[in-house]
């Protein structure tokens, strides 16, 4: 049995560890720069790479890498040995300050957007110590930032915190306004809650979609999928319940606190829940997350699928963003206390996400926008594509008081009785859950539900963060100085209310009729990811990032670039594997069966002396041959349509023309070579299908 509190955190070079094998006065220096981000000196961080170093080899460890996330969505990491040779054939353990701080790396193999060339290859590792190290594999991985050599951003890690330094230092101007001086730092928080598939390692090694795209590109629906939604919270099957209790084991090891794991909705769908914690540090947490789920399930014979839309017509996979704001001295500056009503820091506060939320709607949802994601987003399983608020009734109430000027009535905390006597009466929340709102209160904070599975959620945090530090800057600037500062925040509240009441929905987002509203309301509706790229450049938005120090236009103009050229490949990509699975596996196969009807019915037709001895052959055999045409003639027309977009993109980097291109020309075709393919599926036996179906995939694990 696992001795938990024995092994949590064995792994991490964390507070504890430090607080041991280091001098006091270099851990007291290194917590101070990760508490305000004071410089660390090259001699103090000698000393920490020694112990890191003493630390990790006495568990194991060989190497040491600069663990980073380029702008790939994943990580990287180039790994380095301790060994340092000292003559006679001998080596030692090394491990410098210098090595520690700093790293080097070829930046022109990473998407750059153009801030990088081959010939300008030069990229720089630098150590982010508010992360701790860890140790994996048997090498000691040091989180850190990536730039280029001019000192461009080529990660995602470092506007983050850039962002994470923006909100602190304007919701502090907040704070201050209220008298509390004790408060030296305001720090969001993060838990993400993170969904996924797993499939059998033999139906995974069978499928060149699932291989190559991570989604299938083909598949009719079984005749059970999600509809008697018995999945969703059911037990554990054994093969299953393994893998997450040794999941867990994992990742506790790692530090990471995984909570709450259960079956999802979906046929072998499933979700893991950690607890919340500094956002960055939640962002390297949930891509290790990602990449263990993966190794675990290699242990197991399986493979856990992150896209967001494995299987057609059964619900994908999300990541919802719990974001939370507090300070360093455990205030959370959501919390509405007994009496929300008069807590004007609170509503303060909401307001201010309130206005973020509205103000940048777009780029919210940007930074959710995936090729992946297109499939997910608005299809009665995620939330519409149109960002939006949920509140609940009583703070909706609340809210619409304070904007008519009329009395608030608090309900209080109310007490369900089921009229059971044995079971006892509990407190139940003021407000309900809105599953299909983009963007809901749950009680001290948000969760924004339109982060795709496979995705990095630092953007999304990015996002939040400055643009609720954009709007804490303009309050604090209009406050600051007041004369009478209860009235004039309470007038700035019910103004700011006012002014962005538009953004606030507590009803259906799954109804027809909420697309015409938000319309009404002035709500953009950025159906595909395509739609939303280019707003990262718009000019208020790069007005947002370069104000706070956060991105310049420049890395801003290169992650656009990177947008649309990656959507651009992983289209290609899909079309190219439609393509080849059409012709090399789906078509021949079809071929074949129809050759045995072919004999069938030539020997049913001696049999029987009459043409009409075969007549259901006959009828399958035409049926089949013409659906095979129609798929041989649109797999052809899908290469030629992905060729054509491919040009733009290869030959002239018209990366937002490719991007529409393969959007609006080779999608419309893969959508249509699908059917067909379904279609042959339903009509040819099991045993001459070239692929595992959808009910070996998602009901036999």
């Known amino acids: 049995m696992t001795n938990i509190p024995e092994i949590y955190g064995c792994m991490v070079f964390n507070d504890a560890v430090m607080r041991q094998r280091l001098p006091k006065d270099v851990y007291k220096s290194l917590t101070e720069t990760i508490k305000t981000g004071k410089m660390i000196d090259v001699s103090i961080a000698n000393v920490v790479a020694n112990a890191m170093k003493d630390w990790a080899t006495e568990k194991g460890a060989t190497h040491y890498t600069h663990w980073f996330q380029p702008l790939t969505s994943v990580t990287a990491e180039k790994h380095d040995s301790f060994i340092s040779p000292i003559g006679g054939d001998k080596v030692v353990m090394e491990f410098s300050?210098?090595?520690?701080?700093?790293?080097?790396?070829?930046?022109?193999?990473?998407?750059?957007?153009?801030?990088?060339?081959t010939c300008n290859a030069r990229g720089y590792t630098a150590w982010d110590p508010s992360s701790y190290a860890f140790i994996k594999d048997g090498t000691l991985y040091i989180p850190t930032v990536f730039c280029s050599y001019t000192g461009d951003a080529l990660d995602t890690k470092t506007?983050?915190?850039?962002?994470?330094?923006?909100?602190?230092?304007?919701?502090l101007r907040i704070l201050a306004l209220f008298g509390d001086t004790t408060a030296t730092r305001v720090n969001t928080s993060v838990g993400a809650e993170q969904e996924y598939f797993l499939i059998n390692k033999e139906y995974y090694d069978k499928r060149d979609d699932l291989l190559y795209t991570g989604r299938t590109l083909f598949g009719a629906p079984a005749p059970k999928g999600q509809q008697l939604e018995d999945h969703y919270y059911g037990h554990l099957k054994t093969k299953i319940g393994a893998y997450m209790e040794d999941l867990d084991r994992e990742l506790w090891k790692l530090g990471i606190n995984s909570k709450t794991k259960h079956n999802?909705?979906?046929?072998?769908?499933?979700?893991?829940?950690p607890i919340f914690a500094n956002t960055n540090v939640a962002v390297d947490q949930n891509l290790i997350i990602m990449e263990t789920m993966k190794t675990v399930a290699e242990r197991h014979g399986l493979v856990a699928l992150l896209h967001e839309k494995p299987y057609a017509g059964i619900n994908g996979s999300g990541k919802h963003n719990n974001w939370s704001i507090g300070t360093d001295t455990g205030k959370n500056?959501?919390?509405?206390?007994?009496?929300?009503?008069?807590?004007?820091?609170f509503l303060l506060f909401l307001a201010?996400?309130?206005?973020?939320?509205?103000?940048y709607q777009d780029l919210l949802r940007l930074s959710a926008a995936t090729p992946g994601n297109d499939h997910r987003l608005g299809a009665n399983e995620a939330p519409p594509a149109i960002v939006s608020m949920f509140l609940g009734d009583e703070l909706e109430e609340l809210i619409d008081a304070i904007v008519g000027d009329t009395d608030y009535l608090s309900r209080g905390k109310k007490t369900m009785d089921l009229g059971v006597p044995s079971v006892p009466t509990f407190r139940y929340d003021s407000t309900d859950r809105n599953r299909t709102s983009p963007f809901a209160f749950t009680g001290n904070k948000f969760e924004f539900r339109m982060v795709g599975s496979s995705q990095n959620i630092a953007m999304s945090n990015i996002v939040i963060n400055t643009a609720v530090a954009k709007v804490c800057k303009d309050f604090a600037d209009?406050?600051?100085?007041?004369?009478?500062?209860?009235?004039?925040?309470?007038?700035l509240i019910k103004e700011t209310f006012k002014a962005h009441h538009r953004i606030i929905f507590n009803g259906n987002g799954y109804s027809s009729a909420w697309p015409e509203e938000?319309?009404?309301?002035?709500?953009?509706n950025m159906r595909t990811s395509v739609d939303s790229f280019s707003c990262l450049t718009a000019e208020k938005n790069v007005k947002l990032f370069t104000e706070f120090g956060v991105m310049s236009e420049v890395e801003l103009r290169a992650?656009?670039?990177?947008?649309?050229?990656n959507y651009s490949k992983v289209i290609d990509i899909e079309a190219k594997t439609m393509v080849d699975i059409a012709n090399k596996k789906i078509i021949p196969a079809v071929e074949e069966y129809v050759g045995e009807l072919a004999e069938i019915a030539k020997n049913k037709m001696k049999i029987f002396e009459t043409n009409n001895g075969a007549v259901l052959e006959k009828t399958i055999i035409r049926k089949l041959s013409d659906l095979n045409a129609r798929a041989y003639d649109l797999a052809e027309k899908l290469k030629t349509a992905a060729m054509s977009a491919d040009r733009e993109r290869t030959h002239k980097k018209h990366y937002a023309e490719s991007a529409m291109a393969y959007k609006e020309n080779v999608r419309p075709i893969m959508t249509e070579l699908r059917q067909v393919v379904d279609e042959m599926e339903g009509i040819v036996p099991s045993k001459t299908w070239p692929l595992p179906s959808y009910g070996e995939m998602t009901m036999k694990q």
């Open 97 to 117: 300050g210098k090595e520690l701080i700093k790293g080097e790396s070829d930046a022109s193999s990473f998407p750059s957007g153009g801030l990088r060339e």
């Open 159 to 171: 506007p983050l915190l850039r962002s994470m330094d923006a909100i602190s230092e304007q919701a």
């Open 264 to 273: 999802e909705v979906a046929p072998s769908q499933h979700e893991l829940a």
């Open 333 to 345: 500056l959501l919390s509405a206390g007994k009496n929300p009503a008069s807590n004007t820091q």
């Open 352 to 359: 201010a996400v309130i206005a973020a939320v509205d103000d």
């Open 478 to 491: 209009k406050l600051e100085g007041a004369a009478d500062l209860e009235t004039e925040a309470r007038a």
């Open 518 to 524: 938000a319309e009404r309301r002035g709500l953009l």
């Open 559 to 565: 992650r656009e670039e990177i947008y649309f050229e």
